[in-house]
């Protein structure tokens, strides 16, 4: 191989990686009094406003579920058992009676807490790529090299997702888990979803809330 093909390579890699979407667990929080419990049936609910959020919902609602079950757990969504809107515009007493009705005995909740968008400016650069042996020209080395090498400066907008997870025991009625987490331009509503429910069931393993 070429020290130019590797070269190219190593570029190659370096934008890929530099593009990736960032996703992490920002703070989280367990109840201590609580006890290992071996939940049998979980329910996994998306609290989204606004008919713009109803396909992240979904999405939500949709990884979490599958992320459950990868793990050994029964999991529904809210909106395929209640309907979109099935769980909306009853009492808390009302729907943990439902709940616990349908044997459910874990609630897994996702809301979209807020959406941040941040312009910044990201200066050019002059990579140095020895190579001017092909050239005995200047004008003919410099032009054909300054096209390839020099990068100009330009704005990027960075859109960060902050979403917070909770685990709520149905039989105590108890707050059990909560963590925020945030992800930066990701690609799209799924990436989104898939990104944050991963990241948020492996910290509810991580503090045994579903080991």
Not at 52 to 61: A, G, H, Y
Request: hydrophobic share 35%; aromatic share 16%.
């Amino acid at each position: 191989m070429s020290y130019f093909q590797s070269a190219g390579y190593c570029l190659i890699f370096f934008i890929s990686v530099a593009s990736c979407t960032t996703t992490r667990i920002d703070s989280s929080w367990k109840d201590p009094q609580f006890q290992n419990t071996a939940f049998k049936k979980i329910i996994v609910a998306g609290i989204m406003e606004g008919k713009k959020r109803k396909s992240l919902q979904l999405s939500f609602e949709s990884h979490a579920v599958n992320d459950l079950k990868m793990i050994g757990y029964t999991a529904k969504a809210a909106s395929d058992v209640y309907g979109l809107r099935g769980i909306n515009g009853k009492s808390e007493g009302e729907i943990l009676q439902m709940l616990k009705k349908d044997g459910y005995d874990a609630a897994i909740t996702f809301t979209l807490l807020d959406i941040n968008k941040e312009k910044s400016y990201v200066q050019g650069h002059l990579e140095f790529w020895p190579g001017g042996f092909y050239f005995n020209r200047f004008g003919r080395y410099y032009s054909y090299w300054y096209k390839r090498i020099y990068s100009p400066g330009y704005y990027v907008t960075n859109t960060t997702y902050i979403v917070e997870g909770n685990v709520f025991e149905l039989g105590t009625d108890k707050l059990i888990f909560t963590a925020q987490t945030e992800s930066i331009d990701p690609s799209s509503v799924d990436n989104l979803a898939h990104r944050i429910s991963r990241s948020l069931v492996q910290s509810m393993q991580e503090k045994n809330i579903f080991p």
